[in-house]
Protein backbone atom coordinates (compact mmCIF):
# COMPACT_ATOMS: atom_id res chain seq x y z
CA UNK A 1 0.00 0.00 0.00
CA UNK A 2 1.30 3.48 -0.64
CA UNK A 3 0.03 4.97 2.43
CA UNK A 4 -1.53 8.65 2.32
CA UNK A 5 -0.78 10.36 -0.54
CA UNK A 6 -0.35 14.28 -0.66
CA UNK A 7 0.37 17.01 -3.06
CA UNK A 8 1.45 19.25 -3.48
CA UNK A 9 4.57 18.28 -0.91
CA UNK A 10 5.45 22.10 -1.18
CA UNK A 11 3.63 25.06 -1.80
CA UNK A 12 4.76 28.62 -2.45
CA UNK A 13 2.15 31.14 -2.85
CA UNK A 14 1.55 34.94 -2.69
CA UNK A 15 -0.53 36.43 -0.50
CA UNK A 16 -4.08 36.30 -1.56
CA UNK A 17 -3.69 33.79 -4.04
CA UNK A 18 -5.90 30.41 -3.88
CA UNK A 19 -4.48 27.61 -2.63
CA UNK A 20 -5.67 23.75 -3.12
CA UNK A 21 -4.38 21.21 -1.18
CA UNK A 22 -4.65 17.54 -2.51
CA UNK A 23 -5.00 14.07 -0.73
CA UNK A 24 -5.99 10.56 -1.59
CA UNK A 25 -6.57 8.33 1.60
CA UNK A 26 -4.99 4.93 2.23
CA UNK A 27 -7.62 2.87 0.39
CA UNK A 28 -10.52 1.55 2.50
CA UNK A 29 -10.40 4.00 5.42
CA UNK A 30 -13.45 5.82 6.06
CA UNK A 31 -11.86 8.69 7.81
CA UNK A 32 -9.65 11.49 6.20
CA UNK A 33 -8.30 13.95 9.03
CA UNK A 34 -6.55 17.71 7.87
CA UNK A 35 -4.15 18.48 10.78
CA UNK A 36 -2.23 22.13 10.90
CA UNK A 37 1.62 22.31 12.25
CA UNK A 38 3.22 25.12 13.27
CA UNK A 39 5.72 25.65 15.75
CA UNK A 40 3.74 28.29 17.71
CA UNK A 41 0.56 25.68 18.07
CA UNK A 42 1.86 22.11 17.57
CA UNK A 43 -0.75 20.00 15.71
CA UNK A 44 -4.02 21.42 15.22
CA UNK A 45 -7.18 19.22 13.85
CA UNK A 46 -8.95 21.27 11.37
CA UNK A 47 -11.80 18.90 9.83
CA UNK A 48 -12.31 15.49 9.58
CA UNK A 49 -15.00 12.72 7.13
CA UNK A 50 -16.63 9.57 7.90
CA UNK A 51 -18.18 8.16 4.66
CA UNK A 52 -17.16 11.50 3.04
CA UNK A 53 -19.57 13.56 5.01
CA UNK A 54 -17.71 15.90 7.23
CA UNK A 55 -18.23 15.37 10.54
CA UNK A 56 -16.41 18.18 12.62
CA UNK A 57 -15.06 21.40 11.39
CA UNK A 58 -14.91 23.09 14.36
CA UNK A 59 -10.56 23.61 14.38
CA UNK A 60 -11.15 25.25 10.79
CA UNK A 61 -9.65 28.85 11.67
CA UNK A 62 -12.24 31.35 9.50
CA UNK A 63 -14.31 31.01 6.07
CA UNK A 64 -11.43 31.47 4.13
CA UNK A 65 -10.69 27.52 4.39
CA UNK A 66 -12.69 25.21 3.07
CA UNK A 67 -12.74 20.91 2.47
CA UNK A 68 -14.03 18.51 0.62
CA UNK A 69 -14.46 14.89 0.40
CA UNK A 70 -16.25 14.11 -3.43
CA UNK A 71 -15.35 10.48 -2.74
CA UNK A 72 -13.84 7.43 -0.83
CA UNK A 73 -10.30 8.24 -2.48
CA UNK A 74 -10.03 12.01 -2.79
CA UNK A 75 -10.28 15.55 -1.12
CA UNK A 76 -9.52 18.91 -0.70
CA UNK A 77 -8.09 22.02 1.59
CA UNK A 78 -8.47 24.91 0.36
CA UNK A 79 -7.59 28.90 1.12
CA UNK A 80 -9.08 31.12 -0.23
CA UNK A 81 -7.24 34.13 0.52
CA UNK A 82 -4.38 32.75 1.68
CA UNK A 83 -2.66 35.21 4.03
CA UNK A 84 1.07 34.58 5.12
CA UNK A 85 -0.06 33.50 8.77
CA UNK A 86 -1.54 30.67 7.00
CA UNK A 87 2.00 29.10 6.24
CA UNK A 88 2.16 25.87 7.75
CA UNK A 89 2.93 22.28 7.45
CA UNK A 90 -0.80 20.62 6.42
CA UNK A 91 -1.53 16.82 6.98
CA UNK A 92 -3.66 14.64 5.75
CA UNK A 93 -4.52 11.34 7.90
CA UNK A 94 -6.65 8.33 7.39
CA UNK A 95 -8.16 5.38 9.43
CA UNK A 96 -10.39 2.47 9.05
CA UNK A 97 -10.79 2.97 13.03
CA UNK A 98 -10.60 6.92 13.93
CA UNK A 99 -7.88 6.13 16.94
CA UNK A 100 -5.62 4.70 14.46
CA UNK A 101 -4.41 7.58 12.40
CA UNK A 102 -2.02 7.58 9.09
CA UNK A 103 -0.65 10.50 8.64
CA UNK A 104 0.75 11.56 4.80
CA UNK A 105 3.87 13.26 4.48
CA UNK A 106 2.71 16.85 4.69
CA UNK A 107 2.59 19.75 2.05
CA UNK A 108 4.43 22.90 3.06
CA UNK A 109 2.99 25.86 2.31
CA UNK A 110 4.81 29.67 2.50
CA UNK A 111 2.58 32.48 1.77
CA UNK A 112 4.41 35.30 0.52
CA UNK B 1 -7.09 25.59 26.26
CA UNK B 2 -4.20 22.83 26.29
CA UNK B 3 -6.09 19.72 26.54
CA UNK B 4 -2.77 17.90 26.65
CA UNK B 5 0.74 18.86 27.88
CA UNK B 6 4.00 17.45 27.46
CA UNK B 7 7.34 18.00 28.62
CA UNK B 8 10.10 18.61 27.87
CA UNK B 9 10.48 20.59 24.86
CA UNK B 10 13.59 18.78 23.97
CA UNK B 11 15.66 16.21 25.39
CA UNK B 12 19.37 15.34 24.81
CA UNK B 13 20.76 11.82 25.60
CA UNK B 14 23.98 9.34 25.33
CA UNK B 15 23.35 6.28 23.54
CA UNK B 16 22.17 3.84 25.35
CA UNK B 17 20.55 6.13 27.78
CA UNK B 18 17.01 6.01 28.80
CA UNK B 19 14.92 9.52 27.76
CA UNK B 20 12.21 9.73 29.46
CA UNK B 21 8.91 12.12 27.84
CA UNK B 22 5.94 12.69 30.09
CA UNK B 23 2.48 14.02 29.16
CA UNK B 24 -0.79 14.91 31.47
CA UNK B 25 -4.23 15.87 30.87
CA UNK B 26 -7.42 16.88 32.47
CA UNK B 27 -10.12 15.49 30.15
CA UNK B 28 -11.10 11.41 32.30
CA UNK B 29 -13.09 11.03 29.02
CA UNK B 30 -10.35 10.04 26.66
CA UNK B 31 -10.20 6.61 26.46
CA UNK B 32 -6.90 6.31 24.39
CA UNK B 33 -3.70 7.47 24.70
CA UNK B 34 -0.69 7.21 21.42
CA UNK B 35 2.48 8.37 20.61
CA UNK B 36 3.72 9.75 17.49
CA UNK B 37 7.22 9.76 16.37
CA UNK B 38 8.24 12.55 13.48
CA UNK B 39 11.35 12.64 11.42
CA UNK B 40 12.15 15.99 9.43
CA UNK B 41 9.95 16.30 6.56
CA UNK B 42 7.62 13.38 7.65
CA UNK B 43 4.64 13.10 8.89
CA UNK B 44 3.70 11.65 12.34
CA UNK B 45 3.66 7.83 12.55
CA UNK B 46 2.18 5.96 15.13
CA UNK B 47 4.77 3.87 17.98
CA UNK B 48 2.93 2.53 20.72
CA UNK B 49 -0.31 3.26 22.56
CA UNK B 50 -2.18 2.59 25.81
CA UNK B 51 -5.88 2.59 27.03
CA UNK B 52 -6.91 3.71 30.50
CA UNK B 53 -7.25 0.29 31.91
CA UNK B 54 -3.59 -0.97 31.36
CA UNK B 55 -0.52 0.38 32.96
CA UNK B 56 1.95 -0.40 31.30
CA UNK B 57 2.73 -1.47 27.42
CA UNK B 58 6.13 -2.59 26.00
CA UNK B 59 6.74 -2.93 22.22
CA UNK B 60 10.40 -3.73 21.37
CA UNK B 61 12.48 -0.90 23.37
CA UNK B 62 9.53 1.71 23.55
CA UNK B 63 7.88 1.50 26.74
CA UNK B 64 3.86 3.50 27.82
CA UNK B 65 4.03 3.98 31.66
CA UNK B 66 -0.12 5.06 32.75
CA UNK B 67 -1.10 6.11 36.00
CA UNK B 68 -4.70 7.12 35.75
CA UNK B 69 -5.18 8.43 39.31
CA UNK B 70 -2.77 11.31 38.17
CA UNK B 71 -4.16 11.64 34.81
CA UNK B 72 -0.47 11.22 33.29
CA UNK B 73 1.58 8.70 31.08
CA UNK B 74 4.85 9.21 30.23
CA UNK B 75 7.17 7.09 26.97
CA UNK B 76 10.49 5.44 27.96
CA UNK B 77 12.76 4.44 25.42
CA UNK B 78 15.22 1.44 26.41
CA UNK B 79 18.58 1.65 25.05
CA UNK B 80 18.72 4.55 23.00
CA UNK B 81 20.01 5.13 19.30
CA UNK B 82 21.26 7.61 17.11
CA UNK B 83 18.69 6.48 14.84
CA UNK B 84 15.67 7.54 17.72
CA UNK B 85 16.27 11.13 17.50
CA UNK B 86 13.21 12.55 16.32
CA UNK B 87 10.20 14.91 17.78
CA UNK B 88 7.76 12.37 19.75
CA UNK B 89 4.34 13.54 20.24
CA UNK B 90 1.44 12.27 22.33
CA UNK B 91 -2.03 12.14 21.93
CA UNK B 92 -5.26 11.88 23.79
CA UNK B 93 -8.49 10.79 22.23
CA UNK B 94 -12.13 10.84 22.20
CA UNK B 95 -15.11 11.30 20.00
CA UNK B 96 -13.07 10.57 16.68
CA UNK B 97 -10.67 13.67 17.67
CA UNK B 98 -7.02 13.24 18.72
CA UNK B 99 -5.39 15.86 21.28
CA UNK B 100 -1.92 16.23 20.77
CA UNK B 101 0.62 17.06 23.00
CA UNK B 102 3.32 19.94 21.94
CA UNK B 103 5.91 17.35 20.96
CA UNK B 104 9.30 16.85 22.43
CA UNK B 105 12.73 17.33 20.71
CA UNK B 106 14.71 14.27 20.95
CA UNK B 107 18.72 14.34 20.25
CA UNK B 108 20.77 10.79 20.90
CA UNK B 109 24.50 11.65 20.65
CA UNK B 110 26.54 8.41 19.53
Known amino acids: DAGVIQSPRHEVTEMGQEVTLRCKPISGHDYLFWYRQTMMRGLELLIYFNNNVPIDDSGMPEDRFSAKMPNASFSTLKIQPSEPRDSAVYFCASSFFAYEQFFG ?8 | QQQVKQSPQSLIVQKGGIPIINCAYENTAFDYF ?3 QQFPGKGPALLIAIRPDVSEKKEGRFT ?3 NKSAKQFSLH ?8 SATYFCAAYNFN ?14
Open chain 1, 105 to 112: PGTRLTVL
Open chain 2, 34 to 36: PWY
Open chain 2, 64 to 66: ISF
Open chain 2, 77 to 84: IMDSQPGD
Open chain 2, 97 to 110: KFYFGSGTKLNVKP
